[in-house]
């Protein structure tokens, strides 16, 4: 099976909120390597923060996806550099920790627009090098989404895309009704214990590759935004 990519922002790797969430999933995607989980998790913690380990800590721009014939990483790379070297505006956001369906995550306090359209530049900008949908992707991914969920998934290969994108940093699973709010009461001030009440700026963009299904994403390559000012929504 061939490699996946993502397009994701990822924090500077020497970042605070960086370091949090890496020992929160226990795993560095820039390095490839197992981060020690902080001592105050339950017991249980490997279990419910297996889902977004494989993935590395990260907030999605454009979702995993396989390369179309006639593309490959080289040409990918180079359109990574181009779309950060051309120049735009870069989002500030306040970020919490908050649910988000069933799963706990870092979101931004507010929505966003310079952070929505970012994310919507990504998909239109690298859909060219996206390969189509398996069925097998595609029957995984379907079920119970809307109308418009279904037709972004079969337009773009991703349901949560435009109107339906909501910016988040995953730090677990699904975590149950009975243990959600405890759970995100205890990463709520984790978090404020490792990152204040600092802005977070969404100013780069980060290739990462998964070299196999059983496999984690990796980082392959972190482009800085040339930018035009600082935006907060």
Do not use: K
């Not at 790797?13 to 390597?33: E, K, N, Q």
């Not at 359209?117 to 189509?132: G, I, N, T, Y």
């Amino acid at each position: 099976m061939s490699a996946r990519y993502a397009i994701y922002f990822v924090p500077p790797a020497d970042a605070a909120l960086y370091r949090l969430g890496s020992s929160l999933l226990g795993y560095d995607c820039y390095r490839g390597t197992d981060v020690a989980f902080p001592r105050e998790l339950p017991d249980d913690w490997a279990e419910l923060s297996a889902a977004p380990r494989r993935y590395g800590f990260h907030g999605t721009l454009m979702a995993p996806f396989r390369l179309r014939p006639g593309r490959d990483e080289t040409g990918l790379l180079r359109a990574v550099a181009r779309f950060a070297d051309a120049g735009r505006d870069i989002a500030v956001i306040e970020p919490v920790v908050g649910a988000l369906g069933r799963f706990i995550a870092i979101v931004p306090r507010e929505r966003n627009a310079v952070l929505d359209r970012l994310a919507a530049d990504c998909v239109a900008m690298f859909d060219d090098f996206r390969a189509p949908l398996s069925a097998g992707d595609r029957a995984r991914r379907e079920t119970g989404l809307s109308a418009r969920e279904r037709s972004n998934l079969e337009r773009w290969g991703y349901p949560y895309v435009f109107e339906d994108f909501r910016f988040h940093m995953t730090l677990t699973g699904p975590v149950g009704d009975e243990r959600r709010r405890a759970i995100g009461d205890l990463l709520s001030r984790l978090f404020v214990r490792a990152c204040g009440s600092d802005p977070l700026q969404i100013d780069r963009i980060v290739l990462l590759r998964q070299d196999g299904n059983a496999q984690r994403f990796r980082v392959v390559h972190e482009a800085m935004f040339h930018t035009r000012e600082a935006v907060a929504s």
